[in-house]
Nanobody, 124 residues
Framework: QVQLVESGGGLVQAGDSLRLSCAAS????????MGWFRQAPGKGRDLVAA????????YYADSVKGRFAISRDNAKNVVYLQMSSLKPEDTAIYYC?????????????????WGQGTQVTVAS
């Protein structure tokens, strides 16, 4: 299994930007597609964005299209989530996840490894 560690969360104001990072170790990073999920209090864990193994294909939830951007650096074993124009409803714990599938993966069930999460709080 690949090990994942998220960083970059925090408390920001509405309209601010934030970049999350997820560092991977333990396996060949380019053997995995990656995803960012989030879970708000009392709600399920939802896919925010996903990227394929080489970064050439991505997916975004409708709620974040045009505001968030996922990217990866296979040389550094890191996947990023750049978040802009943040809204209070973006407040959640954000998790990165790795899938053994190389293409973009949308189902949480197809992800094999998960990070511990990082809290993002957007104040109005």
């Amino acid at each position: 299994q690949v090990q994942l560690v998220e960083s970059g969360g925090g408390l920001v104001q509405a309209g601010d930007s934030l970049r999350l990072s997820c560092a991977a170790s333990g396996r060949t990073f380019s053997d995995y597609s990656m995803g960012w999920f989030r879970q708000a209090p009392g709600k399920g864990r939802d896919l925010v964005a996903a990227i394929n193994w080489n970064g050439n294909s991505s997916y975004y939830a409708d709620s974040v299209k045009g505001r968030f951007a996922i990217s990866r650096d296979n040389a550094k074993n890191v996947v990023y989530l750049q978040m802009s124009s943040l809204k209070p409803e973006d407040t959640a714990i954000y998790y990165c996840a790795a899938s053994r599938y190389l293409a973009v993966v949308r189902s949480a069930n197809d992800y094999n490894s998960w990070g511990q999460g990082t809290q993002v709080t957007v104040a109005s």
